[in-house]
Structure formats: C-alpha cells, structure tokens
RNA sequence: GGAGGGGUGGCAGAGCGGUCGAAUGCGGCGGUCUCGAAAACCGUUACCGGCGGUUCCGUCGGUCGAGGGUUCAAAUCCCUCCCCCUCCGCCA
C-alpha cells in the first residue's frame, strides 16, 4: 500500500503518478475517505478521553459515564465504517510508477531498452516446441488433460532431465550471486496473499483450498516476501532465491497461447528475492536484471529488455523489466523472465522494517525470474536441427542434462 | 484426528477487573569512574495514529497472538479463530 500520509501531503504528485495506471479515480475516493476519518477521529478521541478515569468512579461519575457511553458508541460505529472504507479503498491503490517508466496502458508501449544477439536463422523451417516435443514424447498434453484438463502437461524422459537440470544451474548460479536458497511452502494464507499485493485485485487469477483458507501460490515471490513478514529485519541486504511450482488460472487468457506449456496452469520457477534499504532498491533492480541477462547469455539465447509501461504494471510493481527471448518457433520475442521493483508497497502491507538510525522503516523489496519453462522451451526451439535433436546449452550438462537430446540410442530408453 | 499446556516489550518473565503500556532480570543506548577498558553505579530504552508547535518535543487516542462480546472500566472474564509446546494416533 501507498504511503497515507505522504499522499495526503502531496496529493497532486500522487494523482499525477497514479493517473498513469489508471488508478486517479480510487485515489481521489481514498483522499475523500481519509477526509471522513480525519473529521470524526478527533471527535471520537475526545469523547473517549472523558471516559478514561483512574479508580473507581462516584455514583454521580458512574452517571456521567453512562451517558458519555451512548453518546460514544454511535460516533463510533461511525468513525469505525469510515476506517474500514478507507482501508478498503487503501488497499486498492496501487504502487505509483516510477518516473522512467514510459507512459501507456497496454504491452505494446513498453521500451524496448536493449536488444541482444539476433533472431536464429535457421537452414531449415524450425519447429515449435510442440512439434519437436511431440516427436519424441517429451511433452504429452493428452495424458495431462485426461488427468488434470487443459493447460496441464508432463514432461517426459530426457526434456524432463533437462527442465531439472535448469532449475538447478539456475539456483546455483544465483546462490554463487550471494543469495540464500529457499524451498519455499506454496500454500499460503490470505495475508501472503494480500501483503504482496495480488490480494484484493487478481484475486481470481489463483486457485484457492477454501476449506483451509490457503491459497496456491502463483509465484514463489509470495512465500518469500512473506518470509519476513511482521519481523524487523536486519542485515540489509536480504538476497533469496527460491525453486517452486507455480499455479495460475490464467482466467484471462482463454484462447491465448494454448500450445504446448508455454502458458500452462502449472510451472515451476527458479525466483530471486530481494529486502533493501530504500534508497539501494533502483540499483538492486539494475542488479537483478544483469544477473538474468546474465543467465539468458549463458544459455546463448537472442533476446531483447523491456521497460514495462506504466498501465501494464501490476498494482505492486513501480518499475518492471521484462527479458524477452526469441522462439524461431513463433518468429517473435517472448517473455521469459520479468524483475520489479516494488519499492515499499509490500513491506507495508506486510510490515516487514528495519532500523535505521533507531527508527524503524519500511524496506523495500524486488523480485525477479531467474528461470521458467519458458527458457526450456526457447532452447528447445533455438538448438534444434533439422532431425529434431537438440543440441542442450553446455552449462546444462554439468547438472544431470544429455549434451544432445533426441537422437537415437536415448531415446529407446524413456519410450512411453 | 484425540487429550492437555501456553502465546505479555529486543529476549526471559511477572501481572489474572480500575491507580498497568505493564514489576523484575538480561540485552541495547547515554553518563559517572578510568590513561583506556572491564566491573560497579546512575539514567534511559515498545509500536501505531490524530492534533499543536516541528532536527525533535508536547498532548490525546489505540495496541499485551487476531477478531468479537460482557462491564462505567479488560493484559486480566466469556466466545470464535490463528500459532507454538507436550503426549497419543496416523503418516512421506
């Protein structure tokens, strides 16, 4: 949530930035709200000041009392409708946008901040990730949606050894990064939930258990932020990266990218996480970026960095780069990994400070992809040749992946 | 799943209807002493919000796991939920 107090100081800097998101109106009913509570607070704490006796009261006092009450418990039925009003709207203001963060609504004003290396060129009219998988019964999506339905795959043999074995090169090049590897809980409470900022706004986009009151997590960026939720923390700063399974419904995206596991209800994502002092978080998200660029080069993959328009954010993001790698499959840039900076929006919802100078201070906090299946699917389709093999990015190979995969003696081993 | 015990300040731990934001100890910070340090001693040390002056202070309100209730008055009594511990059961 946004900082009240600075927003009442200086609203027209707040409606400005927030305008870029689309969100001028709310925040124009949150200063309105926050006006109703202002007016009535004063009132309610005086009234209750007369309450406030030390001993026990005369008849006469006792008297007194008893009116005070009724005149009490109607100002604030009042007072407390009006906080629960402005929480409500508080909650649904989003994170203002940084400054350079191009203005635009939807992912066709994004910057595109850099381009690196060209799209593949190939001999041959490639594959996507599909057809070559389907040749070889690496991603069975028949079997899945007899099983768990539509958007579900598994994965099979060699492309799972693969997908494995990406995930684990990822975490241990981000752990030699410096940060603390998690493997984090993926049902989480509504407060996790709430605190990163996905709850009350895309609460429909995740699958709930409602007898237990959890939620399935769509990206380990919840558990981790929740990590240190309520806690003063010190040590800044905290670097994490985290492997879990991810679980969206992808409500919205109903006839969008429904081949293969490129948009699927289940994935599993290598996550950096990071808690800063506030004035480190812009560096912190330069840093995070480099480290993806970083990983995306060393799979050898052309790809190209997004500066995210401000109408495109999510509610917790100020600022988002996103990596798109080139599929020679769709002939266009995809994205594969996505940073934010989401300033002090969570900590406050999720009350996580440190001490600075003996005053306690909300951190700020950044995420960011280190890997997804995504990247397994712009291999896929990058290193094939023309017999449907694929040549497997050498650093794979130290954690358990073929240096080819799909050509002949192998694959009789993983027939289904 | 069953039976019991418990959640109080940075930590430990008392309080179990009013004078309690809360004893005491430890830790932290400041000071005295000292060439310096330790020890000892003295002082200080929770958070959130409103208002007024505004490096900071004053004042009022709220907060003792969370929410609700009883009462003129709740850390203290009642209800619901959450969490932790012990024992039993079950289980990878």
Not at 63 to 72: A, F, Q, T
Not at 132 to 142: R, T
Not at 191 to 206: H, L, Q, R, V
Not at 209 to 215: A, S
Request: proline residues 6%; hydrophobic residues 40%.
């Amino acid at each position: 949530m946004i900082d009240l107090r600075a927003a009442r100081n200086d609203p027209d800097t707040y409606r400005a930035a927030l305008a870029r998101k689309g969100a001028e109106a709310v925040f124009d009913e949150l200063l309105a709200a926050d006006r109703a509570c202002l007016e009535l607070q004063p009132r309610v704490e005086e009234l209750r000041a007369r309450t406030k006796l030390k001993g026990k009261p005369t008849p006469e006092q006792l008297e007194e009392l008893r009116r005070v009450k009724v005149e009490l418990q109607e100002l604030e039925q009042r007072f407390a409708e009006a906080g629960e009003r402005r929480q409500e709207l508080l909650d649904r203001v989003p994170n203002p946008p940084a400054e350079d963060v191009p203005d635009g609504a939807s992912e066709e004003d994004a910057t595109v901040v850099k381009l690196v290396g060209e799209p593949t060129e190939f001999s041959f009219e490639p594959r996507d990730h599909l057809d070559l998988a389907a040749a070889h019964g690496w991603i069975d999506v028949e079997r899945a949606a007899r099983v768990s339905g539509s958007r579900f795959v598994y994965r099979v043999g060699d492309l799972a050894l693969l997908e494995i074995a990406l995930y684990r090169w990822a975490l241990e090049r981000i752990v030699q990064k410096g940060h603390v590897p998690v493997l984090p809980p993926v049902l989480v409470r509504e407060e996790a939930m709430y605190g990163t900022g996905f709850f009350p706004s895309e609460k429909g986009d995740f699958y709930d258990v409602p007898e237990d009151g959890l939620y399935l997590v769509g990206t380990s960026e919840v558990p981790l932020a929740a990590f240190h939720m309520g806690e003063e923390v010190d040590g800044l700063p905290l670097r994490y990266v985290a492997l879990s399974t991810c679980f969206r419904r992808e409500a919205g995206a109903a006839g969008r990218d429904t081949r293969g596991m490129f948009r699927v209800h289940q994935f599993d994502k290598v996550e950096m996480f990071v808690f800063c002092e506030p004035e480190r978080s812009r560096d912190e998200h330069e840093r995070l970026l480099a480290i993806e660029e970083q990983l995306v080069q060393e799979l050898g993959l052309p790809y190209r960095v997004l500066n995210i328009a401000a109408g495109d954010l999510g509610a917790s993001a100020a600022k988002k780069y996103d990596i798109e790698a080139w599929f020679p499959g769709q002939s266009r840039y995809r994205e594969i990994t996505s940073t934010s900076n989401t300033t002090d929006f969570q900590s406050r919802r999720l009350n996580v400070r440190y001490r600075r100078d003996g005053k306690l201070e909300h951190v700020h906090t950044l995420n960011g992809t280190a890997v997804t299946a995504r990247a397994l699917i712009a291999i896929l389709e990058s290193f094939q040749d023309e017999d449907g093999s694929i040549s497997v990015p050498e650093p794979l190979t130290a954690f358990g992946a073929p240096s080819r995969v799909g050509s002949g003696a192998r694959e009789l081993q993983f027939r289904t």
